[in-house]
C-alpha cells in the first residue's frame, strides 16, 4: 500500500535509539519509502523540539495496526527480546521484517544461547533468516522475508577478511588478529556509567577480549575457525564509527598490487566498497554519515605480512545504512536508493 | 587522633563520586592528614583496579565507627539527603562537618525549599553553618563546626563580581549577566541520558535559565537582589572545568587599571586567585587539576562595560579543593598545605 | 550553459577548506546544479582517497577558463585578499559571485578597513553588493550579482536579534548582550597552536572580547548602535556549530507567549528558521549539518528579562548551507533545493 | 651547586613543549631538585599568564651559562636536532644529559640514519649513552653521562613483551603483534594540519603501518627480530595516554596465573609498573598524570593466545615521568621522588 506521494510505506520500531533515528534520517531522503513510526507504549522520552514541523506518522507497534496501514516491511531497531517476540509476529502477518538486533543473525539457537546468554524463544525462524551482506548474499537477500542486518564489528571484519580467505590467499594456521575500535553510539542509547560523558571523554579501554558475541558472525560468514580469528573490540572516545587493523600472513602473493586485485576482483562492481592504493588506508572521517565501508593495507612482501584497515560508519554500513540497502534489495528498488 | 605517621585521621563519604575521588586525590598528597573512606552499604560500584597496592582504610559511614576511629573531620561529598541526615549526628558526636552538598549553604529553610524543591530536615542547624569561601569569610571558617562548601558556579561568580559590588564601582541597576559553562562532571557521576557520551560529545546547550539553584547562593553572598543578576547554565563538552563570563557596567571607573586596582586590593594576598594584566583573559587548562580562581577582563571605559571572564576547576576550587582549603582552616593547618 | 544531464554548472573556490568543502558535499545533493572545482595552483595537499571514483571536475581559477567553461555562478570560499581580487573580474566577467569571506558585508570601504586591518580595494564593488540573509533582503538576493554571505557570528545574531527591535520590544538602551560560542571549524582550516587538538580538546576559552570583527555586520543589519551591543566570541572543543545565548530587557512584552508572536510573525513561512515552545531552547546537536537556525527563549514577565538562545552549524546556515540557499534565489531554483 | 632552599639545579631545555612543560610541573613539586629554564632565542610564544606569580629562573640554553650555573643535569626536551648539538657540549663540559629525543637511543649511527632519514653528527656518543628503561637498566642508568629516554610507544612494548621473552614462553616464530594507540601529544606541539582539532576529534586513523620509527627501539631492548614484530600506531582523539594491545602465543603455559607469575617475578618490586587479575585490562585513565604502567591481560590456555594490554601517560612513564625517573637514579635520589 502506498501512501499519497506514491511512495512505499515502511514501519520503524525503536525508533528513538541511535540505529533507529539514524534510520529515519536516511528514509527521509530515500525516493520510494516513507517511514511510519512505530511507537511501544513504554517510550516516554520527551524531546525537545522545534514548533510546528510535521513529524512522522505514528502507530502503534502492533501486528494489526501495522497490517491495517499496509507497512510493506518493518525494521526492528529494538533490543533483542522485543525482536525476538515481534519478528514472528510480523512474518506469520506476511510482513517483511528488517531485524538489526543480534536475534537472528547466528545460524543456530545453541550458539546464540552460548553468546547472547539467554535461550532462542524463535529457533524456527533461524533457518530462514537470511543474512544482509549484500556484497556476499544478494540474491537470497532479494527473496528474504526474514533479514538478519549483520552486526558492525562484523559488517567490517568480514568484508576486509573475506576476499582472501575465498582466494585462498591468508595463512590461516598462522592466525588472523582483527583489531577493532568503536565509537560509542555503538553500546546504544540506554545511559549508564559505562558510556557516561566523563568516563569516555579523554579516555579508552579495550573489552570483550577473546570473548565477544560478535565473533561466532565473522566465523560464520568467513569460515574461519574459532581458534583462527583473535578478536579485539575498543571503546573510542569518538560519537560514531568503527576502524578495524588486521593482521595477517598471506600465502603465495607477490607484490602489493596482486593483493589489490583480490579487493578489486571482489568489490570492482560493489557500489559501498571503496578500496585505497597500497600503502594508504582510511580513517573515521572518511565513512562518517555514510555507508561506504572503505579498505586500504599495508604489505610487506618479504615477510608476507599484510595489515588491513577497514573503516565503517557503524550507524551506516554497520546498521542503518546497510539495512537500508537490504530493504531496497527486498522490496526491488536500486540497491543505492537513499543512500548515496 | 593520629596515625601511626603523626597525620591527622579525616573522613570521606562519597569517595566514589567525582568530587569524593578528587577529594581522596588531593589528601593523598597533604603533609597532615590521611584519608579514611566512609562506606555504605548501598555502595557497590566494581571498579578494575591493579593488584596489591594498599588502598586507603575504609570503615562504615556511621558515627560510631567514625567517633571510634578518631576522625578529626568528616567530608560529605554525598546528596543532599545523606548531608541532610548525617551532619546533625555527626555535629552532635562533636565531629568537624565539612558538606559539599547544597544542604546548608543556603541561610533559610525557605528558600532552601523554594529551590530544592524539599523540606529542609536540619533546618536548626542552618544558622550554625559557615559559608565556605575564605576569601570573604576567613575568620568564621577557622571556628566552624558545619562549613557548607560552595557551589562550583557561586564560587566562580562570587569571586569575579563581590570585589566590584563592595567597591561600589557596579552599575546594579543595570543588570549583571552571568554566563556559565561548565564541564560534565559538575553533574555528578549518576548515569544519565543526558550527560551520557553520545549526547554530550559534539554538542552544547543552556540549561536553568532564570531558573537555577545556584543563583540564591550568589545572591546571599554578593548582596545582588533577585533582578540585578541573571545566570544562566551552559553544558560544555569536557570532563571538567567552569568559565564564567560576566558582563557589567562600572560607575566612576577612569581606566582599567582602576578596575585592575580593587581586584589586587581585594585579593592581593590571596594564594588562590590569580589575576590576569588588563585585556587579558583566562581559559580553562589554566586552572585544571588546580585550587586557583582565575581572574581577567576587558574594560571600555567609553561604554563603562566590562568583561569579566573567570576559570576554576569545578572539582577543584568548586568542590574538593576549596574544601580542603576550607579543612585547612578548620583544623589550623597552612592555608595551602596540600593544594600548591 | 548545462552539462550533460542538464544541471547547470557552478564553481567552487577555496574547495579545500571547511566552508568549501561543505559546499561540495551540499551540491553533490542539489538537483539543479553540478559543482566545479576552481583549482588555485598553490593548492597541494595531498589528500588519501578511495581509488576510481569520479572526483568533480577540475579547471583551473581563472576567470577566462571559468566562462570558457560556462559557470552560472562562482562560491568563493577564499581568504579576503583572493576574493578581493577574484570577485571583480568575475563580475567584470558577467559571472555571477556569492562570497563567502568577509571581503564584501560592510557597506563602506573604511569600516571595513577598520576592522579587517586592512584598506579594501575594491571599494566601488561594496554598494552593487547584496547581504545575503534570505529571511531580511530576500528580494534583493534574487537580483544580486555580487553577493557577500553572511558571517556565522553574525547570521545567529540578526536572526535571534532583529524581529524584537523591529518590533520595538527590545530594551536597546539597556544594552543587548549576545554571548556566542562556537566550534572550531569557524577559525578556518590553515593549522595554528591555538586551533590544535590539544591546546582545544579539553578547554574553553573566550576571544574577540569587545573587539570582534563579526560585529559592525551585526550592528548594520539590526540598526542596533555600536553601545547597544556587547559581544563575546568563545572558541568550544567541538567541530562545529555554533550557539549564541542573548540577553535583553522587554518592554511592553506581557506573556512569554507574546514574544513568540513576534518570532512566529517574523519567521512563520520562513523554511529554516524553527521556533521552541517559550521555556524550550535549542542545543548544537538539533542544527548539525543542517540549514536551520533554531531559536528559543525564556522570559521572566516581572522583570522583562529575555534570554533568547540560537543555534546554527556554523557550516550550515553560517556558510555553506545558506550560500547555497543565496544561490538558489539568485538562479531562480527553489529557495530550499538541496537543502533539506 | 645549591639553591638557596638546599635544592640542586636541574636545567630544562624545550621547556614550551608538551614533554617540557610536563617536566617543569613534575619537578615543582619535587623535594630535591629545582627546575631552571634553559631559553632558546628563537623561542617566542607569547603566552598569556597570571599576573605576579614568580615563574621559574630563566637562562640562555647555551653550555657556558649552564655551567656557571651549577645544573646537575639537563633535560633535553627537544628536537632530535637540537640533542644533537646541545649533547655534545654538556657531555664534554661534564654535565649530565638525560635526552629525551630519539638522538640517541639507537645503538649505531646506521640504524638511526635509516629510521631518521638523516645522518647522526654524533656517533661517537652512542656507546655511551644509556637506554633509560629502569626496569631493565638500572644500574647502568645509575652511573650514566648521556641518557637516552625511551620513546613512548617502545616504553609501554618493551615492558609489556619483555618479561615473556625473558622467560621464554613467548612462540617468537608467530609473531608478536602490537596495536599501539596513542594521544595527540605524541606527536609535538608544532602545529600541523594533521593535529589540528577538526582533523583529530571524532577521528581515528592509523599511521606507521609497518614502518614506524619507534620499531627498532623496541627490537633492540627485546631481543626481537624483524619480522618477528608488527607494530602499527593509531591516532586516538585524547590529548595523553598511550594504550597497546599485544598479540602472541605462548608455549608451555598451563595457565593464566602461570602467566601473571612471570610479570610478577619481573616486577614485583617495581614502583612503577601495576599489574592486573588475569582477565581485567587497564585503561588509560588510571594511568594520566602519573608515572605509572599499568598491564594487564587475557589468557586462553586451549588455544596459548594472550592478549596484553599495557597503559602509560605518553607524557609520563612515556616521557617527562621516565625522565624523572631517570634522574633520581643519576643523582642518587629516591628513585620515586616527585612522582608519586
Same mark, same amino acid.
Not at 500500500?1 to 529515519?24: C, D, K, P, T
Not at 584497515?309 to 542503518?320: F, P, S, T, W
Given at each position: 500500500? !502506498?501512501? &499519497? ?18 534510520? $529515519?534520517r $536516511? ?7 516513507e ?45 533483542? @527480546? ?6 514472528? @509476529?510480523l ?26 546468554r539467554?535461550?532462542? +524463544? ?8 537470511? &543474512? ?8 537470497r537477500?532479494?527473496?528474504?522475508r ?8 562484523? +559488517?567490517?571484519?568480514?568484508?576486509a577478511i ?22 560509542v553510539?555503538?553500546?546504544? %542509547? %540506554?545511559?549508564?556509567?559505562? +558510556? ?12 570483550? $577480549? ?6 561466532? @558472525? ?26 578495524? +587493523?588486521? &593482521? ?25 566498497i ?16 555514510? !555507508? ?37 534489495l ?7 536508493a537513499?543512500?548515496?
Open positions: 500500500m !502506498n501512501n &499519497y506521494s506514491g511512495r512505499q510505506l515502511v514501519g520503524v520500531a525503536g525508533f528513538r535509539g541511535y540505529s533507529g533515528a539514524e534510520l $529515519i $536516511i528514509l527521509s531522503r530515500h525516493p520510494h519509502v517511514a511510519v513510526l512505530l511507537e511501544h507504549r513504554s517510550d516516554s522520552e520527551e524531546r525537545v523540539a522545534p514548533l510546528g514541523r510535521k513529524p512522522a506518522k505514528e502507530i502503534p507497534a502492533k501486528v494489526e495496526a501495522i497490517r491495517q496501514e499496509g507497512l510493506q516491511a518493518v525494521f526492528l531497531a529494538t533490543p533483542v @527480546e522485543v525482536s525476538l517476540q515481534m519478528a514472528p @509476529e512474518i506469520e502477518a506476511g510482513i517483511r521484517v528488517i531485524d538489526l538486533s543480534g536475534a537472528f543473525r547466528l545460524g543456530d539457537a545453541e550458539t546464540y544461547s552460548q553468546w547472547y539467554e535461550r532462542h +524463544t524463535a529457533p524456527e525462524l533461524l533457518q530462514h533468516a537470511v &543474512y544482509g551482506l549484500p556484497e556476499f548474499y544478494r540474491d537477500i532479494r527473496g528474504a526474514l533479514l538478519a542486518n549483520p552486526g558492525c564489528y562484523p +559488517t567490517a571484519a568480514n568484508l573475506r576476499p582472501l580467505i575465498d582466494a585462498q590467499v591468508a595463512d590461516r594456521g598462522r592466525g588472523i588478529i582483527c583489531d577493532a575500535k568503536s565509537g553510539s555503538g553500546a546504544g %542509547k %540506554k545511559a549508564s556509567l559505562a +558510556t557516561s560523558f566523563c568516563e569516555v571523554a579523554g579516555n579508552f579501554r579495550a573489552y570483550g $577480549i577473546l570473548d565477544h558475541r560478535h565473533v561466532p @558472525e565473522v566465523l560464520q560468514n568467513s569460515g574461519l575457525g574459532e581458534r583462527e580469528l583473535t578478536f579485539t573490540a575498543h571503546l573510542l572516545p569518538v560519537e560514531r564509527g568503527i576502524l578495524e +587493523t588486521i &593482521y595477517l600472513r598471506t600465502v603465495r602473493v607477490e607484490k602489493a598490487v596482486d593483493l589489490l586485485s583480490i579487493f578489486e576482483e571482489a568489490y570492482g562492481e560493489e557500489p559501498f571503496r578500496l585505497y592504493a597500497p600503502g594508504k588506508t582510511p580513517d573515521l572521517h572518511g565513512v562518517l554519515h555514510t !555507508n561506504f565501508c572503505d579498505i586500504g593495507f599495508v604489505f610487506d612482501s618479504d615477510s608476507q605480512r599484510a595489515v588491513i584497515v577497514a573503516a565503517i560508519d557503524n550507524l551506516g554500513k554497520g546498521a542503518a545504512g546497510q539495512a537500508v540497502q537490504n530493504m531496497n527486498m522490496l526491488g528498488f536500486d540497491e543505492t537513499g543512500l548515496l
